[in-house]
């Protein structure tokens, strides 16, 4: 099976949804997201229970498992330029099965697949991803799958859930009416399944802080 799952390094990732993957046991599973969280967090969970047979990301610099796995041969990881990864999941999403981009031509990105010149320039072609099930993480929804994001949270969580066969989305706030038509930034249609989070604490990836100045030295400045 080939999951898609939303999130930004810890951001906006379905961790509910992920630790029922977990659960459920399942393996040999194809993950698609722009990372693989961290050790012992977000998709990091399904590394360490064995889950996992082969990766599309595009970012694995967080997590040692994922390259502990990659290194030793256990894991297949095909590398995809960021923009190229979310240009895929939409792809797929609207009905496209493949599209042509500069990037990565000349590249080891580039190897195996068709190129074609468009006015001079060199290009690749990229299939769409549908993925067999979505998960996805929203801040607000809807009885109707209709969801809304928040902030950075947002990331690749509408790509995402517009790829899946069957798309299953977590909401921190689940609305007892339906959303404002004019505010919605994943429509129904592309969500079958609903569930309000059990556990809406959020992992920060990584703390980064300054030193509080001092209140005398910002007078003085």
Same mark, same amino acid.
């Given at each position: 099976m080939t999951v898609v799952v939303g999130g930004f390094g810890l951001s906006g990732n379905p961790t509910n949804l992920i630790r029922a993957l977990r659960d459920s046991g399942a393996k040999n599973l194809t %993950?698609?997201?722009?990372?693989? /969280? $961290?050790? /012992?967090?977000g998709l990091g969970l399904l590394l360490e229970n064995q889950q996992v047979s082969k990766v599309l990301s595009s970012y694995v610099g967080e997590n040692k498992l994922f390259a502990e796995q990659y290194l030793n041969g256990t894991l297949d990881v095909e590398f995809v330029p960021q923009g190229t990864l979310a240009e895929r999941m939409r792809a797929g999403g609207v009905g496209v099965p493949a599209f042509y981009t500069a990037t990565g031509v000349g590249t080891p990105i580039a190897e195996g697949k068709p190129e074609a010149e468009f006015d001079g320039r060199r290009y690749i072609l990229e299939r769409g991803i549908v993925a067999d099930l979505a998960l996805v993480?929203?801040?607000?929804? =809807?009885?109707?799958?209709? !969801?809304?994001?928040?902030? +950075? &949270?947002?990331?690749?969580?509408?790509? @995402?859930?517009?790829?899946?066969? %069957?798309? !299953?989305? #977590? $909401?921190?706030?689940? &609305?007892? /009416?339906? !959303?404002?038509?004019?505010? *919605? =930034?994943?429509? /129904?249609?592309? %969500?079958?399944? $609903? $569930?309000?989070?059990? =556990?809406?604490?959020?992992? *920060?990836?990584? %703390? +980064?802080?300054?030193?509080?100045?001092?209140?005398?030295?910002?007078? #003085? @400045?």
């Open positions: %993950v698609v997201s722009n990372n693989m /969280g $961290v050790d /012992g967090q993480r929203a801040h607000t929804g =809807d009885a109707e799958g209709n !969801l809304r994001y928040r902030l +950075t &949270s947002r990331n690749f969580n509408p790509l @995402a859930a517009m790829c899946g066969k %069957v798309t !299953l989305a #977590e $909401v921190e706030n689940l &609305s007892e /009416g339906f !959303l404002d038509p004019e505010r *919605i =930034d994943t429509p /129904g249609v592309f %969500v079958q399944r $609903v $569930v309000q989070c059990e =556990d809406q604490t959020k992992v *920060i990836e990584q %703390v +980064t802080t300054r030193p509080r100045v001092a209140e005398s030295v910002m007078q #003085e @400045a």
